[in-house]
């Protein structure tokens, strides 16, 4: 079975950094794109940013284009967000998940994580 599971996720200042990791386990072959989304209380569940594992292309939403990188270590079978210049804006639940096609919406995804909270706040 696919496992997913996000981690790094914590309590951060604005204007400050964190990089979330998604250690992915039991992926099909054809499950080759990745992506991660957030979702804050309330609100709809958010894509922001995503890659393939075998193609190095990678894709971010305006919101967090220039300040969120994706990123991957294949070897590691993990998946990586880093995040710079972090608003209270970006407090949210961040999950990963992995599918078969590029897509921006959360029905097209197959397997999710378990999600990791991240606060930005002073």
């Known amino acids: 079975q696919v496992q997913l599971v996000e981690s790094g996720g914590g309590l951060v200042r604005p204007g400050g950094s964190l990089t979330l990791s998604c250690t992915v386990s039991?992926?099909?072959?054809?499950?080759?794109?990745m992506a991660w989304f957030r979702q804050a209380p309330g609100k709809e569940r958010e894509w922001i940013a995503a890659?393939?594992?075998?193609?190095?292309?990678?894709y971010a939403t305006n919101s967090v284009r220039g300040r969120f990188t994706i990123s991957k270590d294949n070897a590691k079978n993990t998946l990586y967000l880093q995040m710079n210049m972090l608003k209270s804006d970006d407090t949210a639940v961040y999950y990963c998940?992995?599918?078969?096609?590029?897509?921006?919406?959360?029905?097209?995804?197959?397997?999710w994580g378990q999600g990791t909270q991240v606060t930005v706040s002073s």
């Open positions: 890659t393939f594992w075998n193609i190095a292309t990678t």
């Open positions: 039991g992926r099909t072959s054809g499950q080759s794109f």
């Open positions: 998940a992995a599918g078969r096609y590029y897509s921006t919406y959360v029905q097209d995804f197959d397997d």
